[in-house]
C-alpha cells in the first residue's frame, strides 16, 4: 500500500515563505506525476503545480513566479516552495500521485490517484 505523507505547513504573514514536502512510501519502483493541489473554505480542489518524473513542470497562473515546485525521485518526495505568499494562498494544500508502479502478490502493476491527508496552510495579512 502507497501511502503520501505532506508537511512544512503553517501560519506565515503575507509576503513570507514556506516549503511544502510530501513523501511516498511503500512499495515503490517509479511514480509517474506528483503534483500539489489546494483546496480553500466553500471552494473546489484546484491545481497548484504538477511535476513529471523527467522534470517537466506546470504551474497555476495564480501561482507563477512564486510558487517552484520540485522532486527527488530517489526519495520519492515532492517538495512546494512558495514565496511572496498572499492570503488568498490560504487553503489545505493536498499532494497527489497520479500513477505508481508497484508491487503486489501478482507482481508489479501500476496503481492511481493517490492523495495525501492535507497541510493547512494560513497566511496573515
Known amino acids: 500500500q502507497v501511502q503520501l505523507v505532506e508537511s512544512g505547513g503553517g501560519l506565515v504573514q503575507a509576503g513570507g515563505s514556506l516549503r511544502l514536502s510530501c513523501a511516498a512510501s511503500?512499495?515503490?519502483?517509479?511514480?509517474?506525476?506528483m503534483g500539489w493541489y489546494r483546496q480553500a473554505p466553500g471552494k473546489q480542489r484546484e491545481l497548484v503545480a504538477t511535476?513529471?518524473?523527467?522534470?517537466?513542470?506546470m504551474y497555476a497562473d495564480s501561482v507563477k513566479g512564486r510558487f517552484t515546485i520540485s522532486r527527488d525521485n530517489a526519495k520519492n518526495t515532492v517538495y512546494l516552495q512558495m514565496n511572496s505568499l498572499k492570503p488568498e494562498d490560504t487553503a489545505v494544500y493536498y499532494c497527489?500521485?497520479?500513477?505508481?508502479?508497484?508491487?503486489?502478490?501478482?507482481?508489479?502493476?501500476?496503481?492511481?490517484?493517490?492523495w495525501g491527508q492535507g497541510t493547512q496552510v494560513t497566511v496573515s495579512s
Open positions: 497527489n500521485a497520479d500513477r505508481v508502479l508497484t508491487s503486489g502478490s501478482w507482481g508489479p502493476h501500476w496503481e492511481f490517484d493517490y
Open positions: 511535476i513529471t518524473s523527467g522534470g517537466s513542470t
Open positions: 511503500g512499495s515503490i519502483f517509479t511514480i509517474d506525476t
